[in-house]
């Protein structure tokens, strides 16, 4: 990957190594801690420029619906603000890393991208392979200066629940369950209703990193087993999980490999099962 590729969405070590300091490069930590000790996690080491971002409170919508645990994306002035405060413009390339298999870093790509900033990637293997590597980390925090960005959308890759209900049926679409085996099939989970939306294939989310790293899957054996279970280009792929965040992660590997129509329903099953006049299979 020679120079800055702008529509890249992956990104190795090296190239970061080699492109850290261009002036249009911005850097993203997107480590994230329930307990909210991700700025003392920042502040104990991070890649050299980098400005922290808390997706779970900086770019979700604050009214979210009363389902468990939907995860609606904010809305644009809300990312615009995030966007201004990391140093962002229009003609940025946004690099991301998390240390989570690039969960949330994916949950950030997905809303930086639904609102038009084009140029965003995530760092294959993360921090922890960054820091494995040797490469240099930082404690100082050297944040960018702000810039205004105006954004609109989201765009057509986020969908709502009427959305969803309305593509159900259609040849021309596959929706993608990115949960585990388990909340498909209906065995587990804490919804008034358990199973899957009609029609969906189970994508487990977690078996497109290698075991035990943050890296991707060989891509050649990730799109075979894709393809296996019949993702096609020629289909528009809606990807859905539990409340968005593995069905963002879902929707940048199938970036990666070349997919082009991808969306993510990021209420997701949190409202999907609590809706009782909608359809279920289990």
Not at 188 to 193: C, P, Q, V
Request: hydrophobic share 40%; charged share 20%.
């Amino acid at each position: 990957m020679d120079g800055l590729a702008p529509a890249q969405d992956l990104v190795t070590t090296d190239w970061l190594a080699v492109n850290l300091d261009q002036p249009g490069v911005v850097v993203v930590d997107a480590r994230w801690r329930p307990d909210g000790s991700a700025p003392t996690v920042f502040a104990a080491g991070h890649i050299p420029g980098a400005g922290l971002v808390d997706w779970r409170t900086e770019l979700i919508a604050a009214d979210q619906p009363e389902a468990h645990g939907a995860l609606r994306v904010a809305d644009a002035s809300q990312v615009s603000a995030v966007a201004g405060r990391l140093g962002i413009g229009p003609d940025s390339t946004v690099v991301i890393y998390d240390d989570s298999q690039g969960l949330f870093a994916a949950r950030t790509w997905w809303t930086l991208r639904a609102y038009g900033i084009g140029s965003v990637s995530i760092l294959d293997g993360g921090y922890p392979a960054w820091v494995a590597e040797g490469r240099a980390t930082t404690t100082l925090d050297r944040p960018r200066a702000a810039t205004s960005v105006a954004l609109n959308g989201p765009d057509l890759t986020c969908l709502s629940t009427s959305d969803v209900r309305a593509l159900l049926g259609s040849g021309g679409v596959l929706l993608l369950d990115a949960r585990a085996s388990a909340d498909y099939r209906g065995f587990e989970g804490n919804t008034k209703r358990l199973g899957h939306i009609p029609g969906a294939i189970n994508v487990p989310v977690g078996a497109t990193s290698q075991p035990g790293s943050h890296h991707l899957r060989d891509l050649a054996k990730l799109r075979a087993r894709l393809e296996a279970a019949g993702v096609s280009h020629d289909k528009r792929l809606v990807c859905y999980d539990g409340s968005g965040v593995a069905a963002a992660k879902l929707a940048y590997v199938l970036r990666v490999l070349g997919y082009e129509q991808v969306s993510v329903y990021d209420g997701g099953w949190a409202e999907w099962g609590d809706r009782l006049d909608l359809p279920v299979d289990r």
